[in-house]
């Protein structure tokens, strides 16, 4: 059985300075994502050994455990993707369309993802999703990892909104942070998920 692994990142760490500096992205990257993946990793082997002694008293509190540590990886693993030296502007195309649609246009849909993420209570993400039952693009606010999120929902764009990604460079300032990550966002990628996520 496989184990969970710290991804590559497709970009040098000083390469989104737009948005982040090289410092930020390294720690953010080599210890933070890096402790989820770890965090994982243990708690299923945590969960392997309850069931090998059938003792689940603690399973309440190990499924808690492997969300967070999990979702933490599955989202700071699309975070990286959805980023890009050479990102920015709006998307065309199918996703651009989807967004006009269901936002009624992406000026609307910018400023509402970015007053989700900057408005997180605590530690958390701002999140564009693919819903699927209804077959329409909605925002999310995720709380932690694994909070506060559709059932089913499939992330496309996701914004960290934890103070380790941005408080070194912008302090307790996460408007200024927000807005320099929609210069380097990876249109490419979202509407590459957007495709895979609709089956179109």
Sequence with gaps: ?????????????SALEKAMSAEILE?????????????????????????DKEQFGGLVGLQKTLAFHLSGHVLHSLFW???????GDRPDGAL??????????FDA????????????????????????????????QVYDHHGNVGQGTTPLLAFDAWEHAYYLQYRN????????????????DVA???TAATGA
Excluded: C
Excluded at 1 to 13: E, I, K
Excluded at 27 to 51: C, D, P
Excluded at 81 to 87: A, C, F, T
Excluded at 96 to 105: D, P, R, S, W, Y
């Design 81 to 87: 993707e959805n980023l890009s030296p050479d990102g």
């Design 27 to 51: 720690l953010h990257h080599s210890k933070h994502h890096a402790a989820y993946v770890a965090g994982a990793n243990s708690t299923i082997e945590q969960l392997a050994e309850a069931r």
């Design 173 to 188: 300032v996460r408007p200024d942070y927000v807005t320099r990550l929609w210069d380097v966002v990876n249109w490419n």
């Design 1 to 13: 059985m496989g184990q969970y692994t710290l991804p590559d990142l497709p970009y040098d760490y």
């Design 192 to 194: 590459a998920r957007f």
């Design 109 to 140: 849909f910018k400023k509402q993802l970015t007053t989700a993420t900057v408005g997180v209570q605590g530690s958390g993400w701002g999140i564009l999703s693919w819903e699927p039952l209804g077959r329409r693009l909605i925002v999310e």
């Design 96 to 105: 651009g369309t989807a967004i006009e649609e269901h936002f009624g246009g």
